[in-house]
Nanobody, 124 residues
Framework: QARLVESGGGSVQAGGSLTLSCQAF????????MAWLRQSPGKDREGVAV???????NYADSVKGRFTVSRDYAKNSLTLQMNDLKPEDTGMYYC??????????????????WGQGTQVTVSS
């Protein structure tokens, strides 16, 4: 059964860094987009960074220049390096994967595979 497992969340002060990791199990990821999304208190879930099966990546404007997403196709994993964190980056971060035809606004949709989430808290 397919599943995604995130790790690496935590609490950090503004300006600090965190690295999130996602390990995928149970499916062949080569034809899937993989992404990080987040949900902050009182806000809708939003896409943060996405990588397609050719290694092309896109970022939300709010994280460009601060976050870097990388994908290891051999290990079926996804990493998000987050630098210069801001309080507004606080939220639950989810790893997700989906086929191209089911993307919603360029990110995995509800039919995709989703992890349980890892909390990131940035204090000012």
């Amino acid at each position: 059964q397919a599943r995604l497992v995130e790790s690496g969340g935590g609490s950090v002060q503004a300006g600090g860094s965190l690295t999130l990791s996602c390990q995928a199990f149970g499916y062949t990821s080569s034809r899937y987009y993989m992404a990080w999304l987040r949900q902050s208190p009182g806000k809708d879930r939003e896409g943060v960074a996405v990588v397609d099966y050719d290694g092309n990546s896109n970022y939300a404007d709010s994280v460009k220049g601060r976050f870097t997403v990388s994908r290891d196709y051999a290990k079926n994993s996804l990493t998000l390096q987050m630098n210069d964190l801001k309080p507004e980056d606080t939220g639950m971060y989810y790893c997700a994967a989906d086929r191209r035809g089911r993307l919603v606004n360029g990110y995995p949709g509800p039919q995709g595979y989703w992890g349980q989430g890892t909390q990131v808290t940035v204090s000012s």
